[in-house]
C-alpha cells in the first residue's frame, strides 16, 4: 500500500480481498500503514444459501458448467455451515467438486495460480480471525458481522450480465466455458430468478459479511 508506516487510522476494502493477487500480503501492508490504534475493515460474500442469487449462480454452473482446476482451495476452505452449498460453489469458486455427478474432471483454470483462497474463504470467523492475527491484529478485536444485501435488477437475465461482465473470479469461468454451457447456464439461471423473484425488475438477495478488527 503507498502510504507511509503507521500514517493512517482506518483502512477498508469491499469485496476487493479476493481480487488481490496476494490477500494475506493485503493484512500484512494493511497493519502496516495504520497506528497503534488504528483499524480494518472488508467486506467478502457469504456463503451461498437457499433462494440468493449467489445460490443461483453456484447451481447453474455446478448443473451445466465445467468447473475450475485448483482441487486444493476445497480442502483449505472452512465451509462448516452449509455443505451442500461448499460443494455447489465449487463450480465457480476455485473449489473442487465432490458431488458425483459433477466428476467429469476440472477444465476451467481460474488465474492467480495455486495460492488462491477459496472464494469464501474469509467468510469464515475462524479463518479470517487466523488470517488477521498473522498480519499482527489483535485476534480478540475481530468482528464478524452477516448482512443481507439487495441487488434491483432490470430483469430475469441481468443477474448472468452482471457475473458475466461486472465479477473477477466468476466472469473467468463462464469466459472459460464453451458456447453451449454457457448458454445453458444462463437459461438456468434466467429461470430461477422468474421462478424465485419474478422477471420484471426482480430484487435478488445475496449474502455478505463485514469482518473488522483492530491493531491493538
Not at 443481507?148 to 448472468?160: C, E, G, K
Not at 422477471?199 to 478488527?213: C, D, I, L
Request: net charge negative; glycine share 6%.
Amino acid at each position: 500500500l503507498p502510504p507511509d508506516d503507521a500514517s493512517v487510522d482506518a483502512v477498508t476494502c469491499a469485496f476487493g480481498v479476493l481480487h488481490l493477487a496476494e490477500p494475506l500480503r493485503f493484512f500484512t501492508e494493511a497493519h502496516r500503514v495504520l497506528t497503534p490504534q488504528g483499524s480494518i475493515a472488508f467486506s467478502v460474500w457469504d456463503v451461498p444459501s437457499a433462494d440468493t442469487g449467489m445460490r443461483i449462480v453456484t447451481d447453474a454452473i455446478a448443473e451445466h458448467g465445467a468447473p475450475v482446476r485448483h482441487a486444493h482451495a476445497l480442502r483449505r476452505g472452512p465451509h462448516r455451515r452449509d455443505a451442500r452449498a461448499a460443494r455447489l460453489c465449487c463450480a465457480v469458486l476455485s473449489m473442487h467438486y465432490t458431488d458425483t455427478r459433477l466428476r467429469f474432471g476440472a477444465q476451467v483454470e481460474l488465474p492467480g495460480g495455486d495460492d488462491i483462497p477459496s472464494f469464501f474463504h474469509f467468510a469464515d470467523a475462524d479463518a479470517a480471525t487466523t488470517a488477521l492475527a498473522a498480519a499482527g491484529f489483535d485476534a480478540s478485536t475481530v468482528k464478524v458481522q452477516r448482512m443481507t444485501l439487495h441487488a434491483q435488477l432490470a430483469d430475469a437475465d441481468a443477474l448472468f450480465r452482471m457475473f458475466a461482465e461486472g465479477t473477477a473470479r466468476t466472469r473467468a469461468t463462464l469466459d472459460g466455458q464453451t458456447a453451449e454451457r454457457r448458454a445453458a447456464i444462463r437459461a438456468a439461471m434466467r429461470a430461477a430468478v422468474e421462478a424465485n423473484f419474478g422477471a420484471e425488475g426482480p430484487t435478488v438477495p445475496f449474502a455478505a459479511v463485514v469482518v473488522s478488527a483492530a491493531c491493538s
